[in-house]
């Protein structure tokens, strides 16, 4: 309801624009070169930008994800060293997607953070007609006085479960691009996957859910078994009793051990590119996991890290429909994983890579903690 309020205040700004794709220009008109408009940003910073909005740069996390998802490709003329590097890891899924066009774009950036890490010269030689950005307020006003190119910011959270300014950034980035249709179908589809899960664990009493833990997961890098967050957005989705809720803190948090023992959750969750980590820790206190009743009973499975400059919306969709299946299986049996990521993400990103993930290391599935155990 709130994000088709936000969009409704925006349909007026948007009504005649192009989508993507179109190959909308000034032509021969020179009042079409030099019509502006203003959007607000994420900020709430009013910001003036060409009428027609041609070609863009993205800086800062988040930002290339939301143009991939608003299939607005076509109008990058540069791109972050990081989207570069990460394009050959399903680690980041839309530079694994877009690889091939992302390495061959001029570099921007060397990206990474929310701190101003633009090639300031690189970017008045390709005169983008807008930069839009993941950055700091403050980073981001830097830049537009330091090229003169009007920057937008569509900086999102990453906690919880694809919050509020996650729709607000993707609004915005579809009023600069004039993508309101796809945005709205991406919206629209997100907010059916959270529809689904709700109702699956709706009627389930508080007294009948395994107590559950998150953990190993990765914000602004990879974490140890400790690592954990409050408000866990898979868990949100589907309703599961978190233990680490207890604690009094918000979103990622490194859980003290010995709180960690007196939860002793029913089943855990890590993320599978982290394991090799948590195998390090079990061979220096072995005796700390084997007091865990998930560790002894084999309760631990995957939780594909969801947070990779900014938040793979797909990953977190498919983690809340495998956490689901774990702790409920009877309400979710009619969920294959394998079928269910591969449409996630064919609808957001136009390809499914399952398989590929999987290969990779990245499946969903039982793990086992500790080296020859």
Known sequence: MRRLFSLLLTLLALAGLTACGGGAGGGDDPAADTAVRTVTDSYGRTVEIPETVETVVCTGSGALRMVCYLQCTDRLTGVEDTDKTYGTS????????????????????????????AYVEELIALQPDVILSGYTQEALEDLQAATGIPCVSVRAQSIHFIDESFYTAMTVAAQVLGARERCEAVLDYIDGCKADLAARTADIPESDKPACYAG???????????????????????????????????GYYDADPEK??????????????????????YDANPGFFDALTAVR????????????????????????YYAGSVLYPERFADVDMAETTDEILEFLLGRGYYAEMAAEGLGFGPLVIGHGT
């Open 216 to 250: 190993a997961v990765t914000f602004s890098g990879a974490h140890g078994f400790t690592g954990t967050y409050s408000r866990f957005g898979p868990f949100l989705a589907i309703g599961a009793r978190n233990v680490a809720d207890e604690a009094d803190q918000e």
């Open 90 to 117: 399903p680690l980041r899924d839309y530079a694994y997607v877009y690889h091939d066009l992302l390495e061959r774009l001029p570099s921007i950036g060397k990206g990474g953070g929310t701190a101003n890490t």
């Open 297 to 320: 009973q084999g309760q631990v499975y995957a939780c594909v890290s969801y947070n990779n400059y900014s938040t793979n919306v797909g990953y977190a969709l498919a983690d809340a």
């Open 260 to 281: 960690l023992l007196t939860w002793d959750p029913d089943v855990i969750f890590l993320d599978p590119g982290s394991l090799e980590l948590v195998n390090g820790e």
